[in-house]
């Protein structure tokens, strides 16, 4: 018998809409969980942020992921960053950067700024990859632009997928959005996300729900868990 | 080149390379008794994005600038629908203005005041974001800036913006030109746009775009 997730009380409806799945169409996306985003010295903490905030849904995911693995669940890591040569570098995204006083290819404590390679653009350790797990590179805040995501999961027949990751209102919620509208079916969870500013975590939880689930559901870690049949 | 004041800072773009979106200003969103309104929606909060995209657009034309319309829906058979977005709304139902958001129905196209143009290409997409499943990517070879007007705010107008800026367009998105049912979203969406340094793009106001054109 294969292990089904749902329904899982969420809102602003019991996910998913086709009641449960097998966990094997089921894949957890954990994005962008990189020491430039919630580590010391990073990106994130560069531009003046406070990284507790990012860092807060670290726990939850952790003890999601261990629950994912011992289910088989497809783990999928994303990664935001660039090439050394800043080949794929949108001109306006280093300008911002640069106005910020975080300039991405340039140095930091952690190395170049969300280059590839570098120590700030690696997965913390607290949920980093093990063997056999996807890590999917992108350019942008999308998982699905310029990368072989959407092959992956179709390759390997999946169909809904669980978010994780940060930031809530820019990479985790591009994703999402990018997901939806390619037909898969969608969970945020609250606990296992953060934003740079928790006003925009919540807005950016609360557009989910509008609309009879615009893009999909927001639950917590421990409602899939507790919707989980072995 | 023109500079607009916007946030977090001025917004320059050449002319030359910039072309206006116009986002599912369609009838079923806009129209009073349509599906938006049938949602339970407040159309009213949508149409005060009309009148200044009306005046922007007439603008525009006069300087001729490119402008792309897009809208949102499906074929009749609804073979491009996924299963999910057919369980949570009623598209392809029998509304007052035909089925809702099927292409070729009444309320699926866009709102007279707005009416493309002849020669103004209009992009059928069946999600949020115009880039995804369509052919605006091709359209917009050898543009670079992007003036960002329609519906819904934190939903296409957001999904369009989040993938336009990751494939390097620069986007001006006009807070008095885009709408949503939700004033809350309206506010949070523009700001998320000009959050960390514009991680996503500029906001404006129609007013100081139409000056520097006609400067």
């Known amino acids: 018998m294969t292990a089904t997730i749902g329904p899982v009380k969420a809102a602003p409806y019991l996910w998913p809409y086709d009641g449960s799945v097998p966990v094997d169409r089921v894949a957890l996306l954990c994005i962008d969980w990189q020491t430039d985003f919630c580590g010391p010295g990073g990106y994130v903490e560069t531009m003046g942020y406070d990284i507790a905030l990012t860092r807060a849904g670290l726990p939850a995911t952790a003890r999601l992921l261990a629950h994912a693995r011992a289910l088989g669940v497809l783990v999928i890591h994303t990664r935001e960053g660039h090439d050394p040569d800043l080949s794929d570098l949108p001109a306006n995204k280093r300008w911002?950067?640069?106005?910020?006083?975080?300039?991405?290819?340039?140095?930091?404590?952690?190395?170049?700024?969300?280059?590839?390679?570098?120590?700030?653009?690696?997965?913390?350790?607290?949920?980093?990859?093990?063997?056999?797990?996807?890590?999917?590179?992108?350019?942008?805040?999308?998982?699905?632009?310029?990368?072989?995501?959407?092959?992956?999961?179709?390759?390997?027949?999946?169909?809904?997928?669980?978010?994780?990751?940060?930031t809530t209102d820019v990479c985790v919620h591009t994703t999402m959005r990018e997901a939806n509208d390619r037909g898969y079916e969608c969970l945020i969870l609250s606990d296992c996300t953060g934003a740079t500013d928790p006003a925009n975590h919540t807005a950016a939880l609360h557009m989910v729900t509008m609309q009879g689930g615009v893009f999909g559901c927001v639950a917590t870690s421990d409602d899939v868990i507790a919707a989980t049949e072995v | 080149?023109?500079?607009?004041?916007?946030?977090p800072g001025p917004?320059?773009?050449?002319?030359?390379?910039?072309?206006?979106?116009?986002?599912?200003?369609?009838?079923?969103?806009?129209?009073?008794?349509?599906?938006?309104?049938?949602?339970?929606?407040?159309?009213?909060?949508?149409?005060?994005?009309?009148?200044?995209?009306?005046?922007?657009?007439?603008?525009?034309?006069?300087?001729?600038?490119?402008?792309?319309?897009?809208?949102?829906?499906h074929e009749p058979d609804l073979s491009d629908c996924p299963p999910a977005k057919l369980a949570r709304g009623a598209i392809g139902q029998d509304g007052p203005y035909g089925r809702i958001l099927i292409r070729g129905e009444y309320g699926h196209d866009i709102i007279d005041e707005l009416a493309p143009a002849d020669g103004e290409p209009?992009?059928?997409?069946?999600?949020?974001?115009?880039?995804?499943?369509?052919?605006?990517?091709?359209?917009?070879?050898?543009?670079?800036?992007?003036?960002?007007?329609?519906?819904?705010?934190?939903?296409?107008?957001?999904?369009?913006?989040?993938?336009?800026?990751?494939?390097?367009?620069?986007?001006?998105?006009?807070?008095?030109?885009?709408?949503?049912?939700?004033?809350?979203f309206?506010?949070?969406?523009?700001?998320?746009?000009?959050?960390?340094?514009?991680?996503?793009?500029?906001?404006?106001?129609?007013?100081?775009?139409?000056?520097?054109?006609q400067r």
């Not at chain 2, 080149?1 to 946030?7: E, G, H, L, N």
Request: proline share 6%; net charge negative.
């Open chain 1, 96 to 166: 911002r950067s640069a106005q910020i006083g975080a300039e991405i290819g340039g140095p930091g404590p952690c190395g170049r700024i969300l280059i590839k390679g570098e120590p700030g653009w690696e997965i913390v350790p607290e949920v980093a990859p093990v063997a056999g797990e996807v890590v999917v590179d992108k350019p942008g805040k999308g998982a699905f632009y310029a990368t072989n995501l959407d092959l992956v999961l179709r390759t390997r027949g999946i169909t809904h997928l669980i978010l994780t990751g940060i």
């Open chain 2, 1 to 7: 080149m023109p500079t607009v004041d916007a946030r």
């Open chain 2, 11 to 73: 917004y320059s773009f050449d002319p030359s390379s910039t072309a206006l979106l116009v986002i599912d200003m369609q009838r079923d969103f806009l129209l009073p008794g349509g599906f938006g309104e049938s949602l339970g929606n407040d159309v009213s909060q949508l149409r005060r994005a009309v009148e200044p995209l009306a005046a922007l657009l007439a603008v525009w034309r006069a300087a001729g600038l490119p402008v792309i319309h897009t809208r949102e829906g």
């Open chain 2, 122 to 184: 209009v992009v059928d997409k069946p999600g949020k974001g115009a880039f995804y499943a369509t052919d605006l990517d091709d359209l917009l070879k050898g543009i670079r800036s992007l003036i960002v007007t329609g519906v819904t705010t934190e939903v296409c107008v957001h999904t369009t913006v989040r993938e336009a800026n990751d494939r390097g367009y620069e986007c001006l998105v006009l807070a008095d030109c885009v709408g949503s049912y939700f004033p809350e």
């Open chain 2, 186 to 213: 309206q506010r949070v969406g523009l700001e998320m746009i000009a959050a960390q340094g514009g991680i996503f793009g500029w906001v404006a106001d129609s007013a100081d775009l139409i000056k520097e054109i």
